[in-house]
């Protein structure tokens, strides 16, 4: 009710008290006092109805009486209009949501592609388009929410999850679905000027049997998993213990050549010079013998003790 409305009313309410006592108390001037407080309220009230302001975020939608419903809507601000013969209708185009789950009392019951029942709640965010506003009204009108919003998003979550197992929709797959419903909202209400903006699943419940036979399911999958890690980490240990068995195995071999080659050298080097077997034996003898080797052909080896005892 706007200010004007008030003001009006105010003093058509007081003229007719003046009236009343005017007449009551045969005083002429009051109740001529109190006709003309009853016209002036009833001119601004009749005014009032000529101004009208559309709030932020709305637009106004015009039905004329001789005309029906003007294609121009009313932009935000301060707009006059003929009083009686046109009314003016607001529509909020900012964005808005409506959500259907179980604190609301209108949570969405479907089936599932095997047949299974399953509870989904859902938040749609959606906007009247500004522009179109005037046909929304014309087509459906304010209650458009529960006329047209409201079943056709019960009818797409429904028809989304009738494409999918119960046990997907916990998974990879919710995500599918929720764009699947969105594109499907986004087509059959665009000729209603409705424009979706998003779907929000809050919550898929499938079947208790259902959950514990995945929960099982994947605590299978990971006992397997842990198993798989073991085996490799037992390959990896067995082969580690394979490379160095190996390069034991290398060393000793490479060791044995060694050795090998040594004594054929060594064996060469005594076949080229005989006297170096003389200088062998010395070598090997106690280091308490005293001996001397004297190169001659004889091969003698003289006892170093009876030449220092002069025998």
Known sequence: MSLLLVIGLA???????????????????????GIGGIVVGAA???????????PAGNAGVVFNVFGGVQDRELGEGFHLVLPVLQQ??????????????????????ARSLEGLDIGVDVTVLYQVVASEAARLHQDIGPSYVNVRLRPQIRTAVRDGIADFNAAS???AQRVELQRGIEDELASSLASD??????????????????TDAIEEKQAAEQ???????????????????????EGE??????????????????ADALRDNPDLIQLE??????????????PTDGNYLLDMRQLARGD
């Open 169 to 171: 929709l916990i998974g």
């Open 88 to 109: 003016v209708t607001l529509y909020d185009v900012r964005q808005q949501e409506i959500t259907l789950a179980t604190t609301t009392g209108d949570q969405i019951n």
């Open 193 to 210: 000027n409705i424009r979706i903006l998003g779907v929000l699943l809050r919550d898929v419940r499938i079947p208790t049997l259902i």
């Open 281 to 294: 034996f010395a070598q090997r003898l106690a280091p308490s013998v005293q001996t001397i080797m004297l």
């Open 11 to 33: 003093l058509a309410v007081l003229g007719l008290a003046l009236v009343v006592q005017g007449i009551q108390m045969q005083r002429a001037p009051m109740r001529a006092a």
């Open 223 to 245: 006992q397997v998993e842990v198993e798989e890690n073991r085996r490799r980490q037992s390959e990896i240990a067995a082969q580690r213990r394979v490379i160095e068995a």
């Open 44 to 54: 601004l009230a009749f005014l009032s109805a000529a101004f009208v302001i559309v």
């Open 249 to 266: 195995r290398d060393a000793v071999i490479a060791r044995a050549e060694g050795e090998s080659e040594a004594l054929r050298l060594r």
